[in-house]
């Protein structure tokens, strides 16, 4: 019979408990933030019927380095002013990174950024088919990274690790 340890996957008595569960699933405030993409993704949409790309930033340092907000650039949808709309905005973020040219997944990701982002109430259905409300975060302006523009603000020190986030 295997150990307690080894069918729980970790050992408790190794582990500190967590005060809360609210960790990640809780938006960033608004503001600006220096970020990162950690992983770009060609996906379909449900209906079958267009394809976005999908993003994952990564906030790159500060009181919320690690979390990430996920932001999907709808290449092809019904809506031709849907689809116009994020061409746009991903040609934004193309020019923020230096690349109109990218071959593949990679070269849309490991390239500092700022982004401005925003809390927004959605409403949605949940897995129970009930409607329900929670606050999200969006991405609302990209811009290239520069040591000159202004910084996100600073966390106080937390003894944060020193390797980047999308590193570990």
């Known amino acids: 019979m295997s150990s307690n340890s080894e069918w729980l996957g970790f050992n408790p008595a ?7 569960f609210r960790g990640k699933q809780e938006p960033i405030p608004n503001g600006r933030y220096q970020a990162i993409v950690t992983s770009a993704e060609r996906k379909h949409t449900k209906s079958g019927n267009g394809w976005y790309w ?44 230096g690349n109109l040219n990218p071959q593949d997944e990679s070269d849309l990701c490991n390239r ?44 106080a020190a937390t003894g944060q690790s020193s390797v980047p986030p999308w590193k570990r």
């Open 14 to 20: 190794e582990t500190e408990a967590a005060e809360s």
């Open 54 to 97: 999908e993003l994952t930033f990564a906030i790159a340092e500060g009181q919320y380095e690690g979390k990430t907000i996920v932001h999907r650039f709808n290449m092809v949808n019904p809506s031709a002013e849907a689809s116009e709309i994020e061409r746009r905005h991903l040609r934004r973020y193309l020019d923020c990174i």
């Open 112 to 155: 500092v950024i700022w982004i401005e982002v925003e809390c927004e109430k959605q409403s949605y259905t949940n897995k129970r088919g009930e409607q329900a409300e929670g606050i999200n975060n969006a991405i609302m302006k990209i811009d290239p990274y520069s040591t000159t523009a202004s910084p996100p603000p600073k966390a």
